[in-house]
Antibody
Framework: EVQLVESGGGLVKPGGSLRLSCAASGFTFSTYSMNWVRQAPGKGLEWVSFISSSSSYIYYADSVKGRFTISRDNDKNSLYLQMNSLRAEDTAVYYC?????????????WGQGTMVTVSS | QSVLTQPPSVSAAPGQKVTISCSGSSSNIGSKYVSWYQHFPGTTPKVLIYGNNKRPSGIPDRFSGSKSGTSATLGITGLQTGDEADYYCATWDSSLNGGVFGGGTKLTVL
């Protein structure tokens, strides 16, 4: 069974940093591209970042570019999101999601999400 | 303001059919595959449609997708109260070099 489990969320002050992790199991992690998607309270889903299976390709939403860094460790079956210079508008539930080429790059598996709150 | 435009809400009676539109541009819907997601608040989003009009295994054929030009549509027939959820379209945008979601549509089954 495919499982994605996020961790690392919490309360942080504006300007602070946080590192999210996503532990993957039940599939060959190293062969899948991964994404981070977030949902702010009362708002819709927002794509945050993408990383290809071998980390060759990395993309970010303009709203986080220069502040967030996505990475992965295929030996540890883990995905990460380093978030720096956090702002109140970064407050959201952060989901990691697997992208599947066989489904035309749809996000077919999602974690349960981890809450990040940026507040003084 | 989302790159992909969806109606904020739609509603219909049980058993009826509803469609949810998703409007984009040539750099996203017009040239990329569209997927649709169902999201019950507090739970994990689930893919309903991929590749514009394909259903993953386990998704009932009450759900359908289509695409024409720079717009896509999700259709749901035989509405059930359990279909009340938020629905999102998504694709890749080659101009932004990033993924994009619609603003989401809240479905109410009256």
């Amino acid at each position: 069974e495919v499982q994605l489990v996020e961790s690392g969320g919490g309360l942080v002050k504006p300007g602070g940093s946080l590192r999210l992790s996503c532990a993957a199991s039940g599939f060959t992690f190293s062969t899948y591209s991964m994404n981070w998607v977030r949902q702010a309270p009362g708002k819709g889903l927002e794509w945050v970042s993408f990383i290809s299976s071998s980390s060759s390709y990395i993309y970010y939403a303009d709203s986080v570019k220069g502040r967030f860094t996505i990475s992965r460790d295929n030996d540890k079956n883990s995905l990460y999101l380093q978030m720096n210079s956090l702002r109140a508008e970064d407050t959201a539930v952060y989901y990691c999601a697997r992208e599947t080429a066989a489904l035309n790059d749809a996000l077919d598996s999602w974690g349960q999400g981890t809450m990040v709150t940026v507040s003084s | 303001q989302s790159v992909l435009t969806q109606p904020p809400s739609v509603s219909a009676a049980p058993g009826q059919k509803v469609t949810i539109s998703c409007s984009g541009s040539s750099s996203n819907i017009g040239s990329k595959y569209v997927s649709w997601y169902q999201h019950f608040p507090g739970t994990t989003p689930k893919v309903l449609i991929y590749g514009n009009n394909k259903r993953p295994s386990g998704i009932p054929d009450r759900f359908s997708g289509s695409k024409s030009g720079t717009s896509a549509t999700l259709g749901i027939t035989g509405l059930q109260t359990g279909d009340e959820a938020d629905y999102y379209c998504a694709t890749w945008d080659s101009s932004l070099n990033g993924g994009v979601f619609g603003g989401g549509t809240k479905l109410t089954v009256l």
